[in-house]
């Protein structure tokens, strides 16, 4: 499994050590590390067999589903190495997002709302 709450730990961790970080409001400690979550974010969902995986590994996830988050349809279908047939793998890719982003933000959401 990968290790999201870990990641957003150190997000959180590195971005404390920036000055002023611990004085800024809720919201804008949000937008602070949003580039930081964004690169988390990107890194995992780049190429398609990636995104594949990580819907396959976080489709389960108790934050994926607490937020709502459905799984590929079952008439999604994949052509062996070209990737996605219909959309260019956006749902695939948005899918894989929607469900890292989910998990990261319940995990920061611990270290910013103390």
Not at 18 to 28: A, K, M, N, Q, V
Not at 53 to 65: F, G, M, N, R, Y
Not at 85 to 114: P, Y
Request: glycine share 4%.
């Amino acid at each position: 499994m990968l290790h999201l709450e870990k990641a957003a730990a150190i997000i959180y961790q590195q971005a404390s050590k920036r000055p002023g970080f611990e004085d800024l409001s809720t919201d804008e400690k949000w937008n602070d590390i949003a580039v930081d979550k964004d690169r988390v974010i990107k890194t995992l969902t780049h190429k398609w067999k990636g995104c594949i995986s990580l819907i396959a590994e976080l489709k389960e996830h108790p934050d994926v589903k607490a937020t709502g988050i459905e799984d590929l349809p079952e008439s999604y279908k994949l052509e062996k190495l070209e990737g996605p047939k219909a959309d260019d793998g956006k749902l695939l890719e948005d899918t894989a997002r929607a469900m890292v982003s989910a998990i990261l933000d319940a995990a920061l959401a611990q270290h910013i709302n103390r």
